[in-house]
C-alpha cells in the first residue's frame, strides 16, 4: 500500500514539473505574441495551466502533511471543482483558437 502513495507521490511531483513548465511557456508566449490574433487563447489556456498546478500542490500537501482534511469530502469536492474549471477553461482556449483559425482562414489561403 504503502508503494502506491510514494508512485502517486511521484506522478503528482511530475504534474507539478510539467505544470511549472507550461506556465513559463506560456507566459513567454504571451510576451512574444501579445496583440497579435492569438492573445484571446492565452488568459483561458494560463489559467487553466495554473488551476492543474494548484490540484497537484494541494494534494500533495494535503496527503502528506494534512493527511486528515486531505481525506474529508469537501476537499475531494473542491480538488474535482478545480479540475472542472480548469477543463471548461482548456475548452474554452480551444474554442477561441477555432473561431481565430476559421476567421482567418479565408485571408491564408489567398
Known sequence: MAEIGFIDNIVDIVAILISIYSLYLGFKLTKKLYGGKFTSVLPPLIGSFGLIFLKAVFEIVFE???????????????????????????????????????ATAGFIEK
Open 64 to 102: 502528506t502533511l494534512l493527511p486528515e482534511l486531505g481525506e474529508g469530502l469537501i476537499f475531494v469536492f473542491s480538488i474535482q471543482m478545480l479540475q472542472i474549471v480548469a477543463g471548461i477553461l482548456l475548452l474554452n482556449a480551444l474554442y477561441q483558437l477555432y473561431q481565430v483559425s476559421f
